[in-house]
């Protein structure tokens, strides 16, 4: 059974900052990639930032400057770091892992942490 765990959702006014962490836990034997969703009320859910396992990275064009995802492969954890918060960031952020399991390749949700930015 593979888990991911999100943490480091909550309030945060404009302008400020957050970092969300997302470890996997189970029997893993490799993951191939990491990523950040989010999904906003009557929206769907949208890629934020994403790290493969040599380290690139890709983002979707409205948080390039203020986002950095980035991964400890010891740990088996992806943070993002989010800078510059505006409330149109506001949504429930799901961690996904492309991974190789026990049962082979899996393709693994978190349970969503909310981020609101209001003021």
């Known amino acids: 059974q593979v888990q991911l765990v999100e943490s480091g959702g909550g309030l945060v006014q404009p302008g400020g900052s957050l970092r969300l962490s997302c470890t996997a836990s189970?029997?893993?034997?490799?993951?191939?990639?990491m990523g950040w969703y989010r999904q906003a009320p009557g929206k769907e859910r949208e890629l934020v930032a994403r790290i493969i396992s040599g380290g690139n990275t890709n983002y979707v064009d409205s948080v390039k400057g203020r986002f950095t995802i980035s991964r400890d492969n010891a740990k088996n954890t992806a943070y993002l770091q989010m800078n510059s918060l505006k409330p149109e960031d506001t949504a429930v952020y799901y961690c996904?892992?492309?991974?190789?399991?026990?049962?082979?390749?899996?393709?693994?949700w978190g349970q969503g942490t909310l981020v609101t930015v209001s003021s």
């Open positions: 189970g029997r893993i034997f490799a993951i191939n990639a």
């Open positions: 996904n892992a492309n991974l190789i399991g026990s049962v082979g390749a899996l393709n693994a």
